[in-house]
T-cell receptor, first 116, second 113 residues
Framework: GAVVSQHPSRVICKSGTSVKIECRSL??????MFWYRQFPKQSLMLMAT?????????EQGVEKDKFLINHASLTLSTLTVTSAHPEDSSFYIC????????????FGNGTRLTVT | QQQVKQSPQSLIVQKGGIPIINCAYE??????FPWYQQFPGKGPALLIA?????SEKKEGRFTISFNKSAKQFSLHIMDSQPGDSATYFC????????????FGIGTKLQVIP
């Protein structure tokens, strides 16, 4: 089955620093990748959609200068949380799909970010 | 505005029982309805999906029932097991699944031995 690998699984950083999270599709070409944020016991909140080689499309209320997304290849997307603050602490999950119609989203295992 | 309404938010059943999770939507352009299962600290995993031209789909112990006229769909888990204890999300998307996926609020299921 389709596998999406996300790293790191956990990261702790100090306030003001930047953190990069990687999302890779291991056995398929991900034409579209999505980044979600999930708060404890809550649903998944879509942050942005990225298509390979294009600028990401951010959801309303998501700061594009704070959450930098790069989808440089068909198998790799990165999310960089810049100048992180404690309120950015959350569970970030990437997902990917190939270009076929009705193909499902495949999720990574998420990254638990803690900003101290 | 919650585009996909999911209920209940939590559910406790005994082993062997049949938990049912319900979802409703308003956007008639939705044409793809997946269900995801999420264990704590993990990303969601696709469980089963249905399109509106089908009224029911079964995969193993998991069944989706779909009522297009009522704009409702539900997940049934037959012979539930403690290992099924997880959070379940219904979801919907349009445009052949190419558009973004909208998730329900989630249902935390606990199956007790």
């Amino acid at each position: 089955g389709a596998v999406v690998s996300q790293h790191p699984s956990r990261v702790i950083c100090k306030s003001g620093t930047s953190v990069k999270i990687e999302c890779r599709s291991l056995d398929f070409q991900a034409t579209t990748m999505f980044w979600y944020r999930q708060f404890p016991k809550q649903s998944l909140m879509l942050m942005a959609t990225s298509n390979e080689g294009s600028k990401a499309t951010y959801e309303q209320g998501v700061e594009k200068d704070k959450f930098l997304i790069n989808h440089a290849s068909l198998t790799l997307s990165t999310l960089t949380v810049t100048s992180a603050h404690p309120e950015d602490s959350s569970f970030y999950i990437c997902s990917a799909r190939d270009g076929q119609i009705f193909s499902p989203l495949h999720f990574g295992n998420g990254t638990r970010l803690t900003v101290t | 505005q919650q585009q996909v309404k999911q209920s209940p938010q939590s559910l406790i059943v005994q082993k062997g029982g049949i938990p049912i999770i319900n979802c409703a939507y308003e956007n008639t352009a939705f044409d793809y309805f997946p269900w995801y299962q999420q264990f704590p600290g993990k990303g969601p995993a696709l469980l089963i999906a249905i399109r509106p031209d089908v009224s029911e789909k079964k995969e193993g112990r998991f069944t989706i029932s779909f009522n297009k006229s009522a704009k409702q769909f539900s997940l049934h888990i037959m012979d539930s097991q403690p290992g099924d204890s997880a959070t379940y999300f219904c979801a919907a998307s349009e445009g052949g699944g190419y558009q973004k996926v909208t998730f329900g609020i989630g249902t935390k299921l606990q199956v007790i031995p």
